[in-house]
């Protein structure tokens, strides 16, 4: 069992930044791919980006390729996403998903575990 929770969203200008970050709980922490998501109001949920077990492989939505960096720190169970150059199309509720190392990293049914979420909002 994994429980995560999400921090560092908020309401920021177009052009700014955000680092959000994702506290997992659990031993096994290592051995997840972890990946970020995020759900617009009346869209559907999707992918963002991914990091495998070790932090050696990334993978990214196209269209935030470039601006933001996943990243994971294993000895404090922490998964981070920094987040540049925002836009307002990047508003949306961010989640965090625990997912197998073994299931491909973009999609949303290899997750099992998820936080609540946190509120990205990007004003122009």
């Known amino acids: 069992q994994v429980q995560l929770v999400e921090s560092g969203g908020g309401l920021v200008q177009a052009g700014g930044s955000l680092r959000l970050s994702c506290a997992a709980s659990g031993r096994t922490f290592s051995s997840y791919t972890m990946g970020w998501f995020r759900q617009a109001p009346g869209k559907e949920r999707e992918f963002v980006a991914a990091?495998?077990?070790?932090?050696?492989?990334?993978y990214y939505a196209d269209s935030v390729k470039g601006r933001f960096t996943i990243s994971r720190d294993n000895a404090k169970n922490t998964v981070y996403l920094q987040m540049n150059n925002l836009k307002p199309e990047d508003t949306a509720v961010y989640y965090c998903a625990a997912g197998s190392a073994s299931a491909p990293a973009e999609n949303i049914y290899s997750y099992k575990y998820w936080g609540q979420g946190t509120q990205v909002t990007v004003s122009s």
């Open positions: 990091i495998d077990w070790s932090g050696g492989r990334t």
